[in-house]
């Protein structure tokens, strides 16, 4: 038998220890304001997990801020623009169009590693692989949250609970069925995602659109590249050996590019559906959602990270106003700011998702229209602008 009812108390506790919920902490615990961050997984399973590689201007401006951007700084690298080819011709975007700002390439697990070291220096308090969380209370100004980890079980009384937990994470389940609306778009391709430690097959990244199906050429440093190519939604992992992926990118990437790839071992193999998904509102009474917990959408435009920091920046600074202020009004306002920035993103995503991607239907009227954006994008100096600022992020 555990034992029972270890009572703690904060201000804020915070589900997840992903991006969004380690950003969250280290901003609040700068500003002296207590939390505890639960999450359900090991340290070291979420220091693995590979996932983002493309930070925004403004996300880099943030992390800045929060005291945890300096390593980007210096060992990311700064983008200042990125390739679009469609069969075998290629143009570039040129970043600097949007304002003359630029976007850097760093590892969401290294800035999740940055997010750790600076709460381990802080002594913030994080629970892993905890079980059983429940929220309760959250109508009232005094909420509690119950979890298990294999050797208590606790109970924290606190002001606030931030939702942090990531697409499958059971925040959201806690606010009432009939206050939340889900919004949801399935697309009927996957990316299958590959880490090589070999030299990356261009300095900047190439966003590929072939009529076998999407290809994008990223990196995460000069030593480490990072690919991805759209497969069937029916595809299994088992069915790519490394072989098959350098043939299939090969074929997809244009020609000069291609005669040069560097064929390293893959260090990392993964394979993701691509899914738009907007819960609305952000906020129930006590419980406020942030990151992929409210939102997920395709990662072709390289926005989810950036997304889930530009809530986290809404949600920090509205906590910070209430403890300093004691007023609630720019806590009221979160989910009606932060959704506006999320539906601009996912909008954006959707759209770069369709130019980029192919369906089985090869000539289908679609396909024509796509081949003819293509075509006028890399003419067209005003469309390559509102490009280049959606990708370096809307300023929030
Ligand atoms: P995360 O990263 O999913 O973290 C949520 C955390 O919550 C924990 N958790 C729980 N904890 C406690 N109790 C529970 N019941 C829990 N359930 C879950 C999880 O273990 C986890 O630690 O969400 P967060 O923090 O909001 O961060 C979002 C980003 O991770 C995500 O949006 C990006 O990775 C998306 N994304 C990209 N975003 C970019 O901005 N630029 C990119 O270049 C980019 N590339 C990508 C991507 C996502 C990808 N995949 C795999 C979906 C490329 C790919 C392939
Ligand atoms: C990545 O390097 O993981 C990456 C880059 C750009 C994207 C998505 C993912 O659009």
Partial sequence: MKPKNNKLKTKVVIIGGGPSGLLLSQILTKENVENIILESRSRDYVLNRIRAGVIEHGSMELLLESGVGNRLLSEGSKHSGFLISSENNEFRIDLNLASGKSVYVYGQTEITLDLYKALDQSGTEIFHEVKNISINDIRTKNPQVNFETSEKVYQISCDYVAGCDGSKGISKNFIPKEKLSFQEKNYPYKWLGILSKSKPVHKELIYANHERGFALASMRNENLSRYYLQTNNNE?????????????????????FSSNIQM??????????????????????????????????????????NLAFSDIYYLSNSLIDFYRTGSTSTLEKYSERALSRVWQTVRFSHWMTNLLHTTDEKKSVERQFQLLELQELSINLAAKKALAESYVGTPY
């Fill in 236 to 256: 299994d992992i088992s069915a790519w050996p490394d072989e098959r992926i350098w043939d299939e990118l090969k074929k997809r990437l244009p020609s000069k």
């Fill in 264 to 305: 390293g071992n893959s260090v990392e193999k993964s394979i993701t559906p691509l899914r738009s998904i907007v819960v609305e509102p952000m906020q129930w009474e006590r419980l406020f959602l942030a990151g992929d917990a409210a939102h997920i959408m395709p990662p072709t435009g390289a926005k989810g990270l």
